[in-house]
């Protein structure tokens, strides 16, 4: 693994789940050949891509390091509604790298140590040979219209007031249409049908694949499950509520149902 990039680099530095920025109308991350330049300290680096032409590196904070003058750790949620969508993918790549660097010092194995492979991105153990990848889960994401209507749905945790499609992990032995039914099932008590495939983004909160898919309404009404799902609706294009943030994949496909149905 090279300790150092070819040319100044732009650091992804984590303290936790929190990126080093400098604050301003738009967050910036510093440039520079090591953490060191920077002021800060790294436990763990690692290239991530580039950035109109800069390398990318990710780099591991310990939690002691303060950040340096001008700049502050902070939560990549709190930032994403300010920065664009290929920043947001190499943060987000960054972020899934350093967490799984942090949470696979010990093989789950038999507790040895482990070191970075040569090669590619995976931690060995030192003591039985377990190789450890970084973890991704894939998601659905689904939006489901009926006639001229998109189904929009809140769950506990978000923002207030926010409204989105309907979303949920795939299980194990599972297909991903398979996940759609049952999810649209389970959260809304509906049924679906003409599935068709809209794009994927990785979503690092906290390893997520969201892979997304447009439907139709089959049949049923909408009956929440209250665990999941606070309130659920039919909206127009004319009357939408808040809505998520525009680099999320959710947003970009409630944009498009807008676009279909001419507003
Ligand atoms: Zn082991």
């Not at 006639?147 to 923002?159: E, N, T």
């Amino acid at each position: 693994m090279p300790e150092r990039p070819p040319a100044a680099a732009l650091w992804f530095a984590f303290q936790g789940d929190r990126l080093l920025v400098f604050e301003g109308d738009e967050p910036r991350v510093p440039r520079a050949f090591t953490p060191e330049e920077i002021g800060i300290e790294a436990l763990f680096r690692q290239p991530v891509g580039s950035l109109n032409g800069s390398p990318c590196w990710a780099a591991e904070v310990p939690d002691r390091v303060e950040a340096p003058e001008g700049a502050a750790f902070v939560d990549l949620r709190a930032i994403f509604a300010a920065v664009n969508e290929p920043f947001f993918a190499v943060a987000g790549r960054a972020k899934q790298v350093v967490n799984w660097h942090a949470t696979h010092r010990f093989c789950g194995r038999c507790g040895g140590e482990t070191e970075p492979a040569a090669g590619e991105l995976a931690m060995r153990c030192t003591r039985c040979g377990m190789m450890h990848y970084p973890r991704v889960s894939p998601a659905v994401i689904v939006r489901v219209r009926r006639g001229g209507k998109i189904l929009l749905a809140r769950s506990p945790g978000f923002p207030k007031g926010l409204r989105s499609v309907l979303a949920g992990f795939v299980e194990p032995g599972e297909s991903i249409e398979e996940t759609i039914h049952r999810e649209v099932r389970e959260e809304v008590g509906i049924e679906v049908e003409s599935l068709r495939y809209f794009g994927s983004q990785p979503w690092p909160f906290p390893n997520s694949l969201m892979i997304g898919f447009t439907a139709d309404h089959a049949g049923g009404e909408i009956r929440p499950e209250p665990d999941e799902i606070e309130d659920a609706g039919w909206y127009r294009a004319g009357d939408l509520p808040q809505l998520p943030p525009r680099v999320s994949i959710a947003r970009r496909m409630i944009d498009d149902f807008v676009d279909e149905t001419g507003g």
